[in-house]
């Protein structure tokens, strides 16, 4: 759709809208590959992250992420709190 349809560098109100709800629903969508954490809060899971992943490969083994986890609050010590772990995993990869 182009949205500047007059050439003038303005939007008219029906534009204005389409951009807003285009915009609104790549809200769910962001908020789901950010598995709904705030800006902050993944500020400082991807520093932790980048912490496990010294060689810079893009990637951590499970064992490894575990085995941190399991010095934090998750309880990843269970076959029902790792089964949690990865449905939230699998669900931020959606």
Not at 26 to 43: G, T
Not at 48 to 62: A, I, K, M, T
């Amino acid at each position: 759709k182009e949205d500047d349809e007059d050439d003038t560098g303005s939007l008219s109100f029906n534009d204005f809208a389409w951009i807003a709800e285009e915009c609104r629903k790549l809200i769910p969508v962001e908020s789901r590959r950010q598995a709904n954490f705030m800006e902050e809060e993944l500020a400082t899971i991807k520093s932790s992250f980048e912490d496990l992943d010294p060689r810079n490969q893009g990637f951590v083994s499970l064992g490894e992420l575990i085995m941190t986890l399991g010095d934090s609050h998750l309880p990843v010590n269970t076959r029902e709190g790792r089964a949690k772990l990865l449905a939230s995993i699998d669900l931020a990869r959606e």
